[in-house]
């Protein structure tokens, strides 16, 4: 499975972003969850969210919880992270991932296949 992250860039405190991760491959028989990370600075790699591939369960950290949404188009393998009232402490490369197994993940090392991220920088 390969994945590509696209959408990052510059914005302002308050402002919204919209991530897309599109899979490819081996999709199918590989794919039960799809979650994006993130990783600041000097920080370890954090969870963001994820979505059940089938049953579109969504699973959010409380740091981003009403304020990001995550959902994924099956047509086109593709899964998005809407980030609304985006705050200066999101700033971060972002990652997508795919878990091969159902259920909530909420470590990197739960993850199977991962893109290779997308930078988004919240200015004050």
């Known amino acids: 499975v390969q994945l590509q992250a696209s959408g990052g860039g510059l914005v302002q405190a308050g402002d919204s972003l919209r991530l897309s991760c599109a899979a490819s491959g081996r999709t199918a028989s590989s794919t039960s969850m799809m979650g994006w990370f993130r990783q600041a600075p000097g920080k370890e790699r954090e969870f963001v969210a994820a979505?059940?591939?089938?049953?579109?369960?969504?699973y959010y950290a409380d740091s981003v919880k009403g304020r990001f949404t995550i959902s994924r188009d099956n047509d086109k393998n593709t899964v998005y992270l809407q980030m609304n009232s985006l705050k200066p402490e999101d700033t971060a490369v972002y990652y997508c991932?795919?878990?091969?197994?159902?259920?909530?993940?909420?470590?990197?090392?739960?993850?199977?296949?991962w893109g290779q991220g997308t930078q988004v920088t919240v200015s004050s």
């Open positions: 979505i059940s591939w089938i049953s579109s369960i969504t």
């Open positions: 991932a795919v878990r091969r197994y159902y259920g909530l993940a909420r470590l990197p090392n739960e993850y199977d296949y």
